[in-house]
């Protein structure tokens, strides 16, 4: 499957974005999907996860009740929103996704084994 990540942008602190993510075929849906950041002379860095189904979503301690995962496997897409954001959430952002029907979804980038191009997210203080 593969990954498109869009909906990056610059925004002052306090702003929202969404970000989405399009999958280019309907079996995405059987896939655990994720996103994660990587900033400048940092590793690449879990920020939320769901399941194939959309029943259970995970987040960094970093970001949780400021952004919220969801999907919509009837158009193959994945969405990030992302509220109050602060200078230290900009990043390129990637949107990833493994094959899985579990409950839960991994947090370690190395289980991922497809990814979509980043999109840049800048927040302005």
């Known amino acids: 499957v593969q990954l498109q990540a869009s909906g990056g942008g610059l925004v002052q602190a306090g702003g929202s974005l969404r970000l989405s993510c399009a999958a280019s075929r309907r079996t995405a849906s059987s896939y655990a999907m994720g996103w994660f950041r990587q900033a400048p002379g940092k590793e690449r860095e879990f920020v939320a996860a769901?399941?194939?189904?959309?029943?259970?979503?995970y987040y960094a301690d970093s970001v949780k009740g400021r952004f919220t995962i969801s999907r919509d496997n009837a158009k193959n897409t994945m969405y990030l929103q992302m509220n109050s954001l602060k200078p230290e959430d900009t990043a390129l952002y990637y949107c990833?996704?493994?094959?899985?029907?579990?409950?839960?979804?991994?947090?370690?980038?190395?289980?991922?084994?497809?990814w979509g191009r980043g999109t840049q997210v800048t927040v302005s203080s």
């Open positions: 769901i399941t194939w189904n959309g029943d259970k979503s």
């Open positions: 990833a996704a493994y094959r899985s029907y579990s409950g839960y979804v991994n947090r370690d980038p190395n289980v991922y084994d497809h």
